[in-house]
């Protein structure tokens, strides 16, 4: 056998070795799509004090979340076969926004949700409370604004040209008395941090005032004779906002309204207490029935015409929870509810353990 027969085996040999190689980097290389799937199901014993205390009755409350990963080609195959997890692309997930705009936008809803649910628990409770304005969350930033790449998404403004203001609606109109193009000095925090970024004002293409040209809301805090803290950790997103007003309820008021049962739960919260619309209720049920919850609370939210319109086979997330639960014939019981009262009236229901 001469060198050139031997070279010949001995690439032949090696092909299986070779394309076996090729094929774990296809299947473990990341592609730019998200699986979102069943997430966590979460005590919330764990996240939440109220006069500096946790809670040690039986029972518990429980948040559940929706998991999101970074898709390979393998992991892609199968959520094709997979009944709960859904294959989406950076866009649908994120927008336009970066990672890390995103994740600040997620940790804004989130710090939202935990101030509406402090509000309305406080509020059951009959506690007296006071909603202090602590500026202008920043959500969005136009491209033409000259204050891109200065302040960020997730910044808080506190003031211009040293005027602060009590809402966002007196710092919006603050703003369109001045001039276009005129140079203004922002305050804002970043990180925790005071920093202040000078730029001109533009033209904004709904009326033609001056504006910095950022997509905002109110950043709002709640100062209570009761002091309540959330620690969620690196949870985002709106979505407990019913299960924090229920954890922190019982805590101020100590009367033993889950008499014991598991229960679990989705759905956002507003300060009249309505319970909003979440997305991937299916998912949430799921982790919620394997960590063997006997209760889900979730919302029966309302379908208007123009909703039906975009989606015609558009369900309520009751309905899409209910079917996910016949899917994987779950023992745990599908509880509607259209605000937190409805919740509290099921409660008062059950009986002790």
């Not at 730019?32 to 919330?44: F, V």
């Not at 920093?195 to 001056?210: H, R, W």
């Not at 004779?225 to 985002?236: K, L, R």
């Not at 909003?276 to 379908?303: C, H, L, M, Q, Y």
Request: proline letters at 3%; aromatic letters at 8%.
């Amino acid at each position: 056998m001469n060198n050139e027969q031997e070279e010949k085996i001995s690439i032949k040999s090696m092909l299986p070795f070779v394309l076996i190689v090729l094929l774990i980097i296809a299947i473990l290389m990341p592609i730019p799509y998200y699986i979102e799937g069943p997430g966590s199901t979460e005590n919330l014993k764990e996240f939440v004090t109220v006069d500096n205390k946790q809670d040690t009755e039986s029972g518990a409350f429980y948040l559940t979340t929706v998991g999101v990963r970074k898709a390979t080609l393998g992991s892609l195959l199968t959520a094709k076969f997979s009944d709960f997890q859904e294959i989406i692309s950076k866009k649908d997930l994120m927008g336009t926004s970066t990672n890390s705009e995103y994740e600040r936008i997620q940790q804004y809803y989130m710090d939202s949700s935990k101030n509406a649910a402090i509000e309305q628990a406080l509020k059951l409770a009959e506690v007296p409370y006071e909603m202090s304005f602590k500026g202008v969350y920043v959500l969005a930033i136009e491209d033409n604004s000259s204050f891109k790449g200065k302040i960020s998404v997730g910044d808080t403004v506190t003031g211009i040209d040293g005027h602060t203001f009590k809402s966002s609606e007196e710092f919006v109109t603050y703003v369109k008395k001045q001039k276009v193009g005129q140079e203004v000095t922002v305050s804002y925090l970043q990180d925790g941090k005071a920093k202040e970024a000078t730029g001109e004002l533009i033209e904004l293409p709904t009326d033609k005032k001056a504006g910095i040209g950022i997509g905002l809301t109110d950043h709002t805090e709640i100062d209570s004779s009761v002091p309540v803290e959330i620690d969620s950790g690196d949870i985002g997103g709106p979505s407990a906002g019913l299960m924090f007003t229920l954890e922190i309820y019982e805590q101020l008021t100590q009367k033993g309204i889950r008499k014991g049962h598991k229960i679990a739960g989705t759905g956002t919260i507003n300060s009249d207490g309505i319970v909003g619309r979440i997305g991937g209720i299916d998912k949430k049920v799921v982790t919620a029935s394997k960590n063997e919850t006997e209760i889900f609370f979730a919302p029966d939210d309302e379908i208007t015409k123009e909703m039906k319109k975009a989606e015609p086979r558009i369900k309520t997330n009751y309905e899409e929870a209910k079917a996910a639960a016949e899917k994987i014939g779950t023992k745990m019981k599908i509880v509607p509810v259209k605000n937190v009262q409805d919740a509290l009236d099921y409660l008062d229901t059950l009986k002790e353990k």
